[in-house]
């Protein structure tokens, strides 16, 4: 079992960072990918950015490519997703969520935590 929590959202002024936390417990996660996603009231799940645990190679949305970056501290078991120049259009509740390489399922998923950008 994996337990993944996330930290760090709250509310920030359009042009403002924040950085997200998805701290993972439990089994190594050598063979698994750690993603994140979001969600905005009315509209479905989409996917943010993603890091292999093993290899940290990263991959992102194109929206928001070049404004938040993905990366790991292995000492704190920890993938942070940094948030750059801010948008209300990212406005969303974040989750971080586990997958093993080459499986399509997610087989973990965190509590979630709110981002709310202000114009």
């Known amino acids: 079992q994996v337990q993944l929590v996330e930290s760090g959202g709250g509310l920030v002024q359009a042009g403002g960072s924040l950085r997200l936390s998805c701290a993972a417990s439990g089994r190594p996660l050598d063979d698994y990918l750690i993603d994140w996603f979001r969600q905005a009231p009315g509209k479905e799940r989409d996917f943010v950015a993603g890091i292999n645990w093993s290899t940290r190679s990263t991959y992102y949305a194109e929206s928001v490519k070049g404004r938040f970056a993905i990366s790991k501290d292995n000492a704190k078991n920890t993938v942070y997703l940094q948030m750059n120049s801010l948008k209300p259009e990212d406005t969303a509740v974040y989750y971080c969520?586990?997958?093993?390489?080459?499986?399509?399922?997610?087989?973990?998923w965190g509590q979630g935590t709110q981002v709310t950008v202000s114009s």
């Open positions: 969520a586990a997958r093993r390489l080459m499986q399509r399922n997610y087989d973990y």
